[in-house]
């Protein structure tokens, strides 16, 4: 493979992922998050990726096909996205207001979305399919990518909602963020994977509602944390 094919495949992958995160940021310009936070918050994503495989790996060897298997590559992508989270981001000075769990949880979300991608354009674009690996790069931007941001928001607006209550109540907020953001993961899985392209039209449906529900509950966190402040202040 040459330095030139290698190049174009960390640049497919990581664009749509980028583009994604510039127009998440934007939602949080009143007190926009330091840049080596965000920056420590992708690369935490792109870390998950040699995490998970080995345990995606175990699941397809011990799951049934269908179902049993979605679901347990769905967990184990959901759950390890947050749990570095939790251990490398959350925890610092920096997430100080209820909409930052949800910036820095769809961050992780992007980091691990872009490596995934680069992932899956590498066999096409190694062989010279540089259509395939054009079209997948779309649907990726449109679907995967977008799937994840969904999925580790729903988690984020768990702690969001929570933000300030006490810990049990918390961690039943994220227990729920959790199941949901699986469930989310695990019904789009199935109509990509087992339904075949029939249904992927219902599948970005379904994520695109969920962005469209994303946008709206950013608004209603923004107007909760911001309301009795005055405008020069976060």
Request: overall charge neutral; some cysteine; charged content about 10%.
């Amino acid at each position: 493979m040459t330095f030139t094919t290698i190049t174009v495949i960390v640049i497919s992958g990581l664009v749509p992922s980028l583009i994604w995160l510039y127009f998440l940021l934007r939602e949080d310009v009143r007190c926009p998050e330091p840049k080596r936070i965000v920056a420590l918050a992708f690369l935490v994503g792109m870390l998950c990726v040699p995490l998970v495989l080995p345990l995606e790996q175990y699941a397809q060897e011990h799951f049934a096909k269908g179902l049993p298997l979605l679901t347990a590559w769905a967990a184990i992508e959901e759950t390890t996205k947050y749990a570095l989270a939790a251990l490398l981001i959350l925890w610092r000075p920096a997430v100080d207001e209820p909409l930052d769990y949800v910036i820095y949880l769809i961050t992780v979300a992007l980091g691990f979305a872009a490596l995934e991608n680069m992932m899956y354009l590498f066999t096409p674009f190694a062989a010279g399919h540089l259509y395939t690996g054009a079209l997948t790069d779309n649907l990726r931007f449109l679907g995967s990518t977008l799937l994840h941001v969904v999925a580790s928001a729903t988690i984020g607006f768990a702690l969001a909602f929570s933000y300030n209550k006490r810990v049990v109540v918390r961690m039943l907020y994220v227990a729920v963020g959790v199941i949901l953001a699986i469930a989310l993961h695990t019904t789009f899985n199935l109509l990509i994977m087992t339904q075949g392209e029939s249904h992927l039209l219902e599948a970005l449906f379904l994520v695109w509602v969920g962005i469209v529900i994303i946008l709206v509950l950013f608004e209603v966190v923004k107007y909760r944390t911001y309301r009795n402040l005055p405008a020069n202040v976060c």
